[in-house]
């Protein structure tokens, strides 16, 4: 039996100050997939990403660019009442 996927991220970048001189990109083409019943360690050093990357995976920031989708739903085009269902009902 196949298991069901929980999260795929597809090339998701996060930059802040986008378009300005002090523009940072934090988060490179991030790719991950995460099956029912799989563990994952998030692990790196103070400033490597792992904050906004958590905080995308939960549906509180949006990436820059890429997409991630959260049961097989893409979360890209959701609104903030839709976001905030989503994360209620799924995380």
């Known amino acids: 039996m196949a298991k069901r996927e929980v999260l795929r991220l597809e090339g998701v970048c996060k930059a802040y100050n986008v378009g300005t001189p002090i523009e940072t990109e934090v988060l490179h083409d991030i790719n991950l997939t995460l099956d029912e ?5 998030l692990i790196g050093p103070s400033g490597s990403g792992k904050s906004p990357l958590l905080n995308i995976i939960g549906l509180l920031d ?3 660019s890429g997409r991630l989708y959260l049961l097989g739903r893409d979360t890209s085009r959701l609104d903030d009442a839709a976001l905030t269902e989503l994360r209620g009902k799924s995380i």
């Open 37 to 41: 019943g799989e563990f994952c360690a």
């Open 62 to 64: 949006s990436p820059t």
